[in-house]
């Protein structure tokens, strides 16, 4: 129920690109996307609805696949600012409580 | 500014006793909610609400009571019932309860075991 981010955890450069997924077994009517910082409160980064249009802030962009069972998060460029865990965030299917997904740790490297 | 404050910043519970978590907000957002996260772990709901006087029980709310008296107050009571309530824990609102709406957190707090 809880969805699946991948990778768990990715270590880049600075300027190089990364994806990371969020999957879920059934279709995702929104999705938000939160960074988090070490020993910090996550900070939301944007929202990606239903119908699918690709937001996007700073040089981060995020969009939906095809079945809407997976939203996918574009870190173009990357900076060391990037560098933090990054969670997706949506509602757990059938309820109206709001799920977070696994997590994935990203690192940008100078 | 608007803003969530959370209070304290860390704290420190002795067996058996039960501890109160402080969350105010001035967004006049009307969804609150509180999350546990465990070292290198996501964060995993406990209760939220979104109305004044109504509350549900998230994935883990045993041994957590809350309380929404008031639109800008959400207090997290760890009670001694929650046996392992080394977490940080982190208050969060939202305009409204629907998924359109992002979800702004306060700075969170650490609670440890005696």
């Known amino acids: 129920q809880q969805p699946v981010q991948s990778p768990q955890a990715v270590i880049l450069r600075e300027g190089e690109d990364a994806v990371i997924n969020c999957s879920s077994s059934k279709a995702l009517y929104s999705v938000h996307w939160y960074r988090q910082k070490h020993g910090e409160a996550p900070v939301f980064l944007m929202i990606l609805l239903k119908g699918g249009e690709q937001m996007r802030h700073e040089k981060i962009s995020a969009s939906f696949n095809e079945k809407k069972q997976q939203s996918s998060l574009y870190l173009t460029a990357s900076q060391l600012s990037y560098s933090g865990t990054y969670f997706c965030g949506t509602e757990s299917s059938g309820t109206y409580k709001y799920i977070f997904g696994t997590g994935t740790r990203l690192k940008v490297l100078a | 500014d608007g803003g969530i404050t959370q209070s304290p910043k860390y704290l420190f519970r002795k067996e058996g006793q039960n501890v109160t978590l402080s969350c105010e907000q001035n967004?006049?957002?009307?969804?609150m909610y509180w999350y546990r996260q465990d070292p290198g772990q996501g964060l995993r709901l406990i209760y939220y609400?979104?109305?004044?006087?109504?509350?549900q029980k998230g994935d883990i709310a045993e041994g957590y009571s809350v309380s929404r008296e008031k639109k800008e107050s959400f207090p997290l009571t760890v009670t001694s019932a929650q046996k392992n309530p080394t977490a940080f824990y982190l208050c969060a609102s939202s305009i409204g309860q629907g998924w359109d709406q992002p979800q702004h957190f306060g700075d969170g707090t650490r609670l440890s075991i005696l």
């Open positions: 609400s979104q109305i004044v006087n109504d509350f």
């Open positions: 967004l006049n957002h009307d969804a």
